[in-house]
């Protein structure tokens, strides 16, 4: 059975900004201040991305005073990883099969 990797998340993990943000929350939940300095980008292209994120569902927010902590959602990234490791699997053995037919 070949499984079917979301187009639309492939584009959102497309961006480097937005790429380096979710290698950021996978260590750790992290306000807007906070990925400003550490991105350098300026916040509202920053928020506009993280809207994008959380949109996509790989990302969930918690309001903390007059902040919003951003973290990352694994079992988002773990859909994706088991859906590519499914289309390795299919790939090696349709390899397989075109190896034992192969002149």
Same mark, same amino acid.
């Given at each position: 059975?070949?499984? *079917?990797?979301?187009?639309?998340?492939?584009?959102?993990?497309?961006?480097?900004?937005?790429?380096?943000?979710?290698?950021?929350?996978?260590?750790?939940?992290?306000?807007?201040?906070?990925?400003?300095?550490?991105?350098?980008?300026?916040?509202?292209?920053? *928020?506009?991305?993280?809207?994008?994120?959380?949109?996509?569902?790989?990302?969930?927010?918690?309001?903390?005073?007059?902040?919003?902590?951003?973290?990352?959602?694994?079992?988002?990234?773990?859909?994706?990883?088991?859906?590519?490791?499914?289309?390795?699997?299919?790939?090696?053995?349709?390899?397989?099969?075109?190896?034992?037919? *192969?002149?």
């Amino acid at each position: 059975m070949v499984t *079917s990797v979301d187009s639309d998340v492939l584009k959102v993990l497309a961006d480097p900004l937005r790429m380096q943000i979710i290698r950021l929350l996978a260590h750790e939940a992290l306000c807007t201040t906070h990925l400003v300095e550490e991105t350098g980008a300026r916040q509202t292209n920053l *928020s506009n991305h993280l809207k994008i994120l959380r949109d996509a569902g790989l990302v969930d927010t918690e309001p903390c005073g007059r902040f919003t902590y951003y973290s990352l959602r694994p079992e988002a990234l773990e859909v994706l990883a088991a859906e590519f490791a499914g289309l390795a699997a299919t790939a090696r053995e349709a390899a397989a099969a075109h190896r034992k037919r *192969s002149c």
